[in-house]
């Protein structure tokens, strides 16, 4: 069984600072993806990743397979950049689904 | 957004009572997977689909029964629900193995 660690649980910062979650992994994989919940809501799909480093605005994703680690980084964070963001992988073949961090609790203050 | 949504999205019952928690896409995706998300546990799954009538049972499947009939539902049933299993349940869909997931917006149950 994959174990996924995130790092760190919580995280409170001011807004205009870069963001750095960490992810790591025990048994290599396939893909990982990186979620987003905010309060009460849904979770939305950030990131798919295999390999290398992904962008979409200020939010970048990268993963190291050798390491069994990934990063998200916020630039200039926000505070509707307050919300849990998961980390999930595929191990395997894939098929029995996504396998979870606990999240990481991230607000931004004005 | 993707076409997935549960229902009912809030629910109270009574310990003991069955319960049937739907999903429904418009996607046409082969994969539907019910996972339940608890504080200090994160998200684990109970059930996954990998085609009609075809289920498998996830980490946590003690107490929950499947069913898919059609390729756009998937339900979610409650043989005789306990206190323990009061949760937030969410319903995700992915394409193939490797390709994005789409969650639902999530079910509240409490269990009383």
């Known amino acids: 069984k994959n174990e996924v660690e995130q790092s760190p649980q919580n995280l409170t910062a001011q807004e205009g600072e870069f963001i750095t979650i960490n992810c790591s992994y025990s048994?290599?994989?396939?893909?990982l993806h990186w979620l987003q919940q905010h309060p009460g809501g849904g979770i939305v799909s950030l990131f798919m990743l295999s390999s290398g480093k992904k962008k979409h605005g200020r939010l970048i994703a990268t993963i190291n397979i050798q390491e069994k680690h990934s990063s998200l980084h916020i630039t200039a964070s926000h505070p509707r950049d307050s919300a849990v963001y998961i980390c999930a992988v595929v191990s395997g073949g894939g098929a029995d689904g996504l396998t979870f961090g606990k999240g990481t609790h991230l607000i931004i203050q004005p | 957004d993707a076409g997935i949504t549960q229902s009912p999205r809030h629910k109270v019952t009574e310990t003991g009572t069955p319960v049937t928690l739907r999903c429904h896409q418009t996607e046409n995706h082969r994969y539907m997977y019910w996972y339940r998300q608890d504080p200090g546990h994160g998200l684990r799954l109970i059930h996954y689909?990998?085609?009609?009538?075809?289920?498998d049972k996830g980490e946590v499947s003690d107490g929950y029964s499947v069913s898919r009939s059609k390729t756009e539902d998937f339900l979610l049933t409650l043989e005789s629900a306990t206190s323990s299993q009061t949760s937030v349940y969410f319903c995700a869909i992915t394409g193939t193995v490797n390709t994005e997931a789409f969650f639902g917006q999530g079910t509240r149950l409490t269990v009383v």
């Open positions: 689909s990998y085609g009609v009538k075809d289920t």
């Open positions: 048994v290599g994989i396939s893909a």
